[in-house]
């Protein structure tokens, strides 16, 4: 299983909905992170006014999107 540990400590669940601030706090990303992962193709749900991200569509833009280390 992949690791969902974000660098703040605390756990991605693939089958959990996060709002965007929550997500935000969870994987440490800013604001402008999260703008440019949704026009990079970040899937957003809302519910009314409310904007939420899938976990499992997180964890997987992050891995997809990321730089490997050497």
Do not use: C, W
């Amino acid at each position: 299983m992949a690791d969902t540990t974000s660098p703040t400590g605390q756990v991605i669940e693939p089958t959990s909905l996060y709002t965007l601030s929550e997500a935000m706090a969870r994987t440490g990303l800013r604001k402008t992170s999260i703008r440019r992962a949704r026009r990079q193709g970040l899937p957003i749900h809302y519910q009314g006014r409310t904007a939420f991200i899938l976990g499992k569509d997180l964890i997987e833009f992050i891995i997809r999107n990321s730089r490997k280390e050497h």
